[in-house]
């Protein structure tokens, strides 16, 4: 089937949900972000599945050296295969580290598959709790410098379940100290999202000084690269990296853009839906 197919199947769930009534716009792109994630990381399984599981299945992917990957994940999440394959392929000469939680573990390791003896695991999280529960821990771990101190690497890019990389990172990515989504309500803030590259080394530093916690992790290390003046690019350079709500053809990565769907026609789901094969 073509691209084009998968898209008009997106556009028309999106379709059935607008569809309903919603009580705000905040419920609204809740359910567009939660009901139509299935169809997204289903549509790329299906396209892309297979070559990154061969790539997976034969690649070294290193285990030392000062870059990686980190995934924060502590419930068993059907994405989470996908999105080491998709780190793995895109991500080359980034060691891949999963910090879980001793209820997921085994499945961590079970998705790691054949790849188990090079992804660092770490069972930083003591059970499941409620969704909220998870999100507020989440949260609030990555605002403390203690949780930084668990990886040995300087260049981290942290991605979460319902992000994908789309072409391989950029070596200017490495140039900067934070770079994140930039929020179409504060596009000259550092920004934030689930998907940011962040030197180690800064974040011990941000998160050792007396700034307040706050509800969102990214909004706080927006603020706090900004106060203290760490590089991070501008809404031109911004382009090449990262996104969310929206989806440009040049970035290399994206944040559940599907949350904006309404604002995207056919040919611009299709195009988040294509990923550059090497």
């Not at 419920?27 to 567009?32: D, G, I, M, P, R």
């Not at 529960?133 to 379940?161: A, D, I, P, S």
């Not at 100290?177 to 596009?187: I, R």
Request: hydrophobic share 40%.
């Amino acid at each position: 089937m073509s691209i084009k197919y998968d898209a008009v199947l997106i556009h028309t769930a999106f379709e059935q949900i607008a569809k309903r009534k919603f009580k705000d716009e905040p419920e609204f792109l809740h359910s567009c972000r939660m009901e139509l994630e299935p169809y997204i990381f289903g549509t790329l399984n299906h396209r892309y599945g297979a070559e990154f599981q061969r790539y997976w299945d034969n690649s070294v992917i290193p285990n030392n050296g000062n870059k990686t990957v980190v995934i924060v994940e502590r419930r068993l999440h059907p994405n989470l295969r996908f999105c080491l394959q998709n780190a793995a392929y895109y991500a080359r000469g980034w060691a891949i580290t999963v910090v879980c939680s001793d209820v997921n573990e085994a499945y961590v390791k079970a998705c790691a598959g054949s790849q188990l003896s090079s992804v660092r695991i770490i069972p930083f999280f003591k059970g499941l709790g409620t969704p909220e529960e998870g999100k507020t821990e989440y949260n609030t771990v990555l605002q403390e410098w203690r949780f930084w101190e668990l990886f040995l690497e300087e260049h981290l890019l942290m991605m979460e379940t319902d992000t994908y990389l789309t072409k391989p990172l950029p070596a200017s990515l490495l140039e900067y100290d934070y770079v994140a989504s930039k929020w179409p309500w504060a596009p000259d803030a550092a920004g934030g999202g689930g998907l940011s590259y962040r030197k180690r080394s800064m974040m011990k530093h941000v998160c050792s000084q007396d700034f307040p916690i706050q509800k969102a992790q990214d909004c706080f290390i927006s603020e706090a690269v900004e106060k203290l003046h760490f590089k991070t690019p501008t809404i031109e350079e911004s382009t090449r990296f990262f996104g969310e709500f929206a989806f440009v053809p040049t970035m290399c990565g994206t944040h559940q853009w599907w949350t904006g769907i309404r604002s995207h026609d056919l040919d611009s789901i299709a195009g988040a839906l294509t990923l550059s094969l090497v």
